[in-house]
């Protein structure tokens, strides 16, 4: 692939970038142009659910920039499973935690990696709202994700239906806006 069209699907105007040292790493891997337009979209949804969420639960203690971090990242394994761009397959996960490691990634930034796609698990805050801007942003609705999230939100005492509410409110303009980011997406080739 050319390296230019890497580095439109990094820079073309619209979407936030990627911070740097995410967009550094891209470069040095030399990832598919559609790989680096998704990781700005699941980072852009990322950035506006962790708004949402510091703004309408100011107690939950959760690391917004370690979360949106997590977003760019999460699909990283996808370099040496581009496939898995096309189609479905969780190959990417352990592939991209080894090579992030390997990398000196910090663990607490390379588990997005290997952690989005499983969230039954006892996953962390972070985790859990990587895992579900990786579905908003595209309109992906998944009940026992959202779930899971709104246990977390309640937990800091607001009522369980109230951070339900809350919750869709914060999700449903980031979901509204999935035709966008898909066009985004796939305007990048594998």
């Known amino acids: 692939m050319r390296p230019e069209a890497l580095e439109r699907a990094l820079t073309e105007p619209g979407p936030p970038p990627l911070p740097p040292d995410v967009a550094a790493l891209l470069r040095e891997l030399a990832v598919p142009p ?21 703004a309408g639960f100011p107690t939950l203690a959760f690391d917004a920039e370690r979360t949106c971090v997590g977003a760019a990242l999460h699909d990283i394994g996808k370099v040496q499973f581009p496939m898995e761009l096309a189609q479905p397959g969780h190959l ?30 006892d996953r962390d805050t972070e985790e859990l709202l990587v895992s579900l801007a990786d579905k908003i942003w595209k309109g992906k609705r998944v ?41 985004f997406q796939n305007r990048h080739p594998i």
Not at 106 to 120: I, L, Y
Not at 159 to 181: C, E, H, V, Y
Request: charged content about 25%; glycine content about 4%.
């Open 92 to 121: 990417h996960e352990a592939a991209g935690y080894a090579l992030l490691r390997d990398r000196r990634v910090p663990e607490e930034r390379a588990r997005f990696a290997s952690s989005h796609g499983n969230w039954n698990a």
């Open 143 to 183: 009940d026992d994700l959202e779930q899971l999230v709104v246990e977390r939100l309640a937990s800091t005492g607001v009522a369980a239906w109230q951070a339900f509410a809350d919750l869709d409110d914060i999700i449903a303009p980031i979901a509204a806006d999935a035709d966008r980011r898909l066009d």
């Open 34 to 54: 559609r790989l680096a337009a998704h990781l700005r979209m699941v980072h852009e949804a990322a950035l506006a659910l962790v708004a949402g969420v510091a």
